[in-house]
């Protein structure tokens, strides 16, 4: 089993990303998929979560508005698009697989907002 995310990098604020996160090694359309991120020194956190068929989505307050989740199960990937980014945004992003009992993470990738 493998996630991998992709997509990281460095932007200013104001500027946008897309996080790709691909899946191996399970049946990527029967779980539901996640981003989290941790900054350094906090604890990590749930930011967007997309169901199954991704016909439900949830976001957290600290990014509803400017951030998207959407997948592709035809390309066992799922995506963050995030606009609008800000220096609080700065964070390991890490995409998580759940189907109970199993769940998954990826290594993560780093998003820096800096001027």
């Known amino acids: 089993v493998q996630l991998v995310e992709s997509g990281g990098g460095l932007v200013q604020p104001g500027g946008s990303l897309r996080l790709a996160c691909l899946g191996s090694?399970?049946?990527?359309?029967?779980?539901?998929m996640s981003w989290h991120r941790q900054a350094p020194g906090k604890a990590r956190q749930l930011v967007a979560s997309i169901s199954s068929g991704g016909g439900n989505t949830n976001f957290a307050d600290s990014v509803k508005g400017r951030f998207t989740i959407s997948r592709d199960n035809t390309q066992n990937t799922v995506y963050l698009q995030m606009n609008s980014l800000k220096p609080e945004d700065t964070a390991v992003y890490f995409c998580?697989?759940?189907?109970?009992?199993?769940?998954?993470w990826g290594q993560g990738t780093q998003v820096t907002v800096s001027s």
């Open positions: 090694g399970f049946t990527f359309s029967s779980f539901t």
């Open positions: 998580k697989a759940i189907f109970l009992p199993n769940v998954y």
